[in-house]
């Protein structure tokens, strides 16, 4: 029994496996098609997307928020690439995108000296401060390394401004423009004190707005741009590795093992599990919530364009509409495995199921050919059934539906029974007074 209990997140992947197997329909040959190696390569590469945002979602949706602006932020990230890799010169991509990547650079070359420098001062005997690496840590020397990272980072990318940047370059700048955006739906939260559904609903109309005058059209008609003629190394992203794995798996499982041995095996993730549990709680223990959040938010950004890129790689385009709709496939795959909407429940283990379920679900409709509406809304129940299992068990499930039933329905013959009874009751009275009398 409790083998079954710690393995309940993959009976549902072995499920929706096995249906896919015995339903599949077979070649002329007899062979049967879900089971073959490019059938199930191509659902490793088409749930790789949706995979890295599901990934960043999941730390977000643990701290009790929610992120649904990561499908406009993967939008624009993919006009950014499309245009840095085909369009030389001076663009709106490179106006967004070079100071994108500069504010990053600054952010966490900072940021990780000051960490260096605490971690060295926490392993120094207890007692034995030093003045000399206290003020190390204090302001100026994180600074001036977040300044040589950002002014090294700009004497690499400022020669390819007036040529198409490189598949280096594209992926310096495109998540540093997930990761901008993904800081400011922290920050406003924060700062704000703001619920994060309304702050990344308002961020995700505003990324669609930006993705659009990017791109340089605002009608419902808006510019393709192709790959065909960007760098040659930049097709390196979709190719096989060994010949057998699509790059975008390893880029999805890659994030998905280090974002989850982050969450597992450093303080980040506890303090994630801690605010998500009870914010309050950690705020008075000593955690500070805020930052943790913003760093949740932020990488959840950064993913998105790390999504974008291996979007513009696969499918040789990046266009403004590029993530409608990823949000909430991204949402489905968290909650399909395991992680709570209420925050400080669930992983990463149970979203890479979630994340395979959606993928496989999808791929035995489409070798169905179930209509593109009706497999929407098979989805929609699969999701609020997970949902409802997830966050109530069955049996107090059964028994608000037996609650809602009126009583004369659940015992039909109990009203007529009652009422035979009470007269026989009255009789009995009213003969023993008369007896008594």
């Known amino acids: 029994m409790n083998l079954i209990l710690r393995t309940k997140l993959y009976w549902g992947l072995i499920a929706i496996f096995l249906i896919g197997v015995l339903g599949s329909p077979t070649t002329s040959s007899g062979r049967n098609i879900?089971?073959?190696?490019?059938?199930?390569?191509?659902?490793?590469?088409?749930?790789?997307?949706?995979?890295?945002?599901?990934?960043?979602?999941?730390?977000?949706?643990?701290?009790?928020?929610?992120?649904?602006?990561?499908?406009?932020?993967m939008a624009i990230c993919s006009v950014v690439c499309a245009m840095l890799l085909t369009v030389p010169g001076d663009t709106s991509a490179v106006w967004l995108?070079?100071?994108s990547v500069c504010l990053a650079a600054l952010v966490i070359g900072a940021a990780c000296t000051r960490f260096l420098f605490l971690n060295i001062e926490k392993s120094r005997a207890a007692g034995a401060r030093d003045a000399v690496l206290d003020r190390m840590r204090g302001v100026g020397i994180p600074a001036v390394v977040g300044l040589l990272l950002c002014a090294l980072l700009l004497f690499y990318l400022l020669p390819?401004?007036?040529?198409?940047?490189?598949?280096?370059?594209?992926?310096?700048?495109?998540?540093?423009?997930?990761?901008?955006?993904?800081t400011i739906n922290g920050v406003v939260i924060v700062a704000g004190r703001l619920q994060p559904f309304i702050v990344t609903l308002a961020m995700m109309v505003t990324a669609l707005g930006i993705a659009r005058l990017t791109a340089g059209q605002n009608n419902a008609v808006l510019p393709v741009y192709t790959g065909s003629n960007a760098t040659a190394d930049f097709e390196n992203l979709r190719s096989l590795v060994f010949g057998?794995?699509?790059?975008?798996?390893?880029f999805f499982l890659a994030a998905i093992v280090l974002y989850a041995a982050v969450l597992r095996?450093?303080?980040?993730?506890?303090?994630?599990?801690?605010i998500g549990g009870n914010e309050e709680a950690a705020r008075l223990s000593g955690i500070d919530s805020g930052n943790i959040k913003i760093v949740a938010y932020a990488l959840s950004g950064l993913l998105a364009g790390i999504a974008a890129v291996l979007y513009v790689?696969?499918?040789?385009?990046?266009?403004?509409?590029?993530?409608?709709?990823?949000?909430?496939?991204?949402?489905?795959?968290?909650?399909?495995?395991?992680?709570?909407?209420?925050?400080?429940?669930?992983?990463?283990?149970?979203?890479?199921?979630?994340?395979?379920?959606?993928?496989?679900?999808?791929?035995?409709?489409?070798?169905?050919?179930?209509?593109?509406?009706?497999?929407?809304?098979?989805?929609?129940?699969i999701i609020v059934g997970t949902v409802l299992v997830q966050e109530r068990n069955a049996s107090d499930i059964l028994?608000?539906?037996?609650?809602?039933?009126?009583?004369?329905?659940?015992?039909?013959?109990?009203?007529?029974e009652r009422s035979s009874k009470e007269i026989l009751s009255l009789n009995n009275i009213g003969g023993n007074e008369n007896e008594t009398s």
Do not use: W
Not at 49 to 67: H, N, P, R
Not at 402 to 415: E, G, I, W, Y
């Open 160 to 182: 390819q401004i007036d040529h198409k940047f490189g598949v280096i370059g594209v992926l310096l700048i495109t998540p540093a423009v997930g990761l901008l955006f993904g």
């Open 399 to 416: 028994s608000r539906f037996q609650l809602m039933m009126p009583k004369t329905a659940r015992n039909p013959t109990s009203a007529e």
């Open 244 to 250: 057998i794995v699509p790059m975008p798996g390893i």
């Open 34 to 73: 879900f089971l073959s190696a490019g059938n199930l390569l191509d659902v490793l590469r088409q749930v790789s997307t949706t995979g890295l945002i599901a990934t960043g979602m999941t730390a977000v949706i643990l701290t009790g928020g929610i992120d649904l602006s990561v499908g406009s932020m």
């Open 313 to 381: 790689a696969q499918y040789r385009q990046g266009k403004p509409d590029a993530g409608a709709g990823l949000e909430l496939d991204a949402i489905a795959a968290v909650v399909i495995g395991g992680t709570s909407l209420m925050g400080g429940r669930g992983g990463l283990a149970g979203t890479f199921c979630g994340v395979l379920i959606f993928g496989l679900l999808s791929n035995i409709l489409q070798l169905h050919n179930i209509d593109s509406n009706l497999q929407l809304v098979l989805k929609g129940l």
């Open 265 to 274: 095996l450093t303080p980040f993730g506890r303090y994630i599990y801690a």
């Open 97 to 99: 995108g070079i100071p």
